[in-house]
């Protein structure tokens, strides 16, 4: 397999490997819902004016409505998740950082970076780590640790919950717990809400955390027009439970589609399913080949990820290239 895909989405990458034009690919290589928030009409100060401390705090109380935090204080926007992973290692001296893994491998690179000792285990391998970080539901076996275990290990140590993924299965989350606990939750609005390159994310901390996190990044952390859609579409509640339904039901059509393709799924969230397959390898380059690109794993070369499908065409064109692949089995040795 080769070893040109390091995260999901690279189809200009992949258009140049394969010679397939870049809108002609069914992307499946992200766990984004491929059936976006509908972006509203924006009054054109948004695009030319610098946000202020309003339209700030309107961000900030439509995002403690949405996460169940008391307090608007608590929640720091930033301008994706991806600069809170990079930024938060550095507010504190070296720790010992357990990453709870397999998951996504920014968290321990970015405290490694800024020269915390890092090491990786469950979350059973606590141990005397100073630093736990858990992606809650996980990316990208879709394995979900308790609340109450992760707000006990909070007790003893920093705990910091990437709840990327826990916006269809709220029932996970902690970031309402933040005040009374030793936690940082991170939150993004790219996956369920399908608008990842509007790059906007969420750290919820207590109050000493949020105020060091923000003054880290600095004024402006979030453009007006995004600041401005995501007080939005974080309080529209109709959009978010109808979401939620809909992508249970589409994860598990595609299930059915997997399965049928004998591929067994052996974990995931409605916003993506695993399969495991000696075939793997095989499998990814049959796609890529018909223009359907998934998402694959250099430190495990059993798995591949499938994105949900957003659309009834999508799904059947997943169904057909499945259908043509035929994995190659070697041949029983004959008995003698």
Known sequence: MSDWMIHGGMLDTASEIYGIARDRWLDLSTGINANAYPLPDLAPEYWRRLPDAGLDAW??????????????????????????????????????????????????????????????????????????????????????????????????????????????????????????????????????????????????????????????????????????????????????????VRLKAAAGRLDGLLVRSRLPVVGGTPLFRLVETPHAAALFEHLCSHGVLVRRFSDNDQWLRFGIPGRDEDFDRLRQTLAAWRPAVRPALARG
């Open 59 to 244: 961000l900030r109380e439509s995002a403690a409505r949405c996460y169940g935090v008391a307090d608007p204080e608590q929640v720091v926007p930033a301008h994706g998740t991806q600069a809170l992973i990079r930024m938060l290692p550095r507010l504190f001296q070296a720790q010992r950082v357990l990453i709870v893994s397999p998951t996504y491998r920014e968290h321990a690179t970015s405290w490694e970076h800024a020269g915390h000792r890092v090491r990786t285990g469950t979350v059973a391998d606590v141990g005397e780590a100073q630093v736990v970080v858990v992606v809650n539901p996980n990316n990208p076996n879709g394995a979900v640790c308790d609340p109450q275990h992760l707000l006990r290990l909070a007790g003893t140590r920093l705990v910091v919950v990437d709840e990327a993924f826990a916006d269809v299965v709220p029932d996970v989350s902690v970031a309402g717990m933040v005040a009374s606990a030793n936690l940082i939750v991170l939150r993004s609005v790219g996956k369920m809400f399908g608008l990842a390159g509007m790059r906007l994310g969420f750290a919820v901390s207590g109050i000493e955390i949020s105020r060091r996190l923000r003054e880290a990044l600095g004024p402006w952390a979030v453009s007006g027009p995004a600041a401005a859609v995501g007080a939005v579409m974080l309080t529209d509640e109709a959009w978010i439970r109808a979401a939620r």
